[in-house]
């Protein structure tokens, strides 16, 4: 059974840093991504960033392109690991983020593996 895990979040003032972890097994992918997405209230998940396996390829919205650094995926045997390290927080990036694996970007929201989320506040 394919468990997905982040960690991470909390609340930070705009211009500050946070950053949020995942951590995936269980599954038997591969060639695969690991990315984010978030969801403000409502009902659209938005994209954020993405990395690939194992050719590192970084994927990154552009709405956060240049503050948000997504890292290369580190595999130990059956456990993944990467991070998200968000730069210059603004208050719109407040919002549950959702850590994602998945056989390729296209995938991600119809045949990813997701975690239970966590939630980022950024106070203005």
């Known amino acids: 059974q394919v468990q997905v895990v982040e960690s991470g979040g909390g609340l930070a003032q705009a211009g500050g840093s946070l950053r949020l972890s995942c951590a995936a097994s269980g599954d038997t992918l591969k060639r695969f991504v690991m990315g984010w997405f978030r969801q403000a209230p409502g009902p659209e998940r938005e994209f954020v960033a993405a990395?690939?396996?194992?050719?590192?390829?970084?994927?990154?919205?552009d709405s956060v392109k240049g503050r948000f650094i997504i890292s290369k995926i580190s595999r130990d045997n059956a456990r993944k690991t990467m991070s998200l390290q968000m730069n210059n927080l603004k208050f719109e990036d407040t919002a549950v983020y959702y850590c994602?694996?998945?056989?390729?970007?296209?995938?991600?929201?119809?045949?990813?593996?997701w975690g239970q989320g966590t939630q980022v506040t950024v106070s203005s």
């Open positions: 990395a690939s396996w194992p050719d590192y390829t970084a994927h990154v919205a």
């Open positions: 994602c694996l998945a056989p390729s970007i296209e995938t991600m929201k119809i045949k990813g593996a």
